[in-house]
């Protein structure tokens, strides 16, 4: 079992952190909130990645859905004429390399 007191000193900045905004946001319009996230959102690292193999919606489909299930994954926009997957994603959870390798595995080459 993890002992709460042994929170290392990076966990407890990040929980911190998470408590200071949750009072700072809890009384927000929805509105507000909204372009908080969007804010958050901004902050999210875009990746146009060349993808070879797609032929139809229906590729577009099966890479997004494949990607869209990985953590740290928070949109995605494959396009199979112009041969390029747009993601969006952060970094700290998910790498470049997961994200080609998924969408290997789905049966295109990244
Ligand atoms: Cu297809």
């Avoid at 929170?7 to 929805?30: A, H, K, M, T, W």
């Avoid at 032929?55 to 390029?84: R, T």
């Amino acid at each position: 079992m993890s002992n709460p007191n042994n929170i290392s000193e990076q966990g407890r900045e990040v929980v911190n952190s998470f408590i200071s905004s949750l009072s700072l946001y809890s009384d927000l319009s929805p509105k507000t909130l909204k372009e908080y996230i969007q804010k958050e959102e901004n902050k999210m690292e875009k990746q146009i990645i060349a993808v070879e193999g797609m032929s139809c919606p229906h590729c577009e489909m099966a890479v997004q859905q494949a990607l869209m299930n990985l953590d740290g994954v928070k949109k995605v926009k494959a396009s199979w004429k112009k041969k390029q997957v747009t993601v969006k994603m952060d970094l700290e959870l998910v790498s470049i390399d997961k994200i080609k390798e998924t969408i290997n595995e789905t049966g295109f080459q990244a």
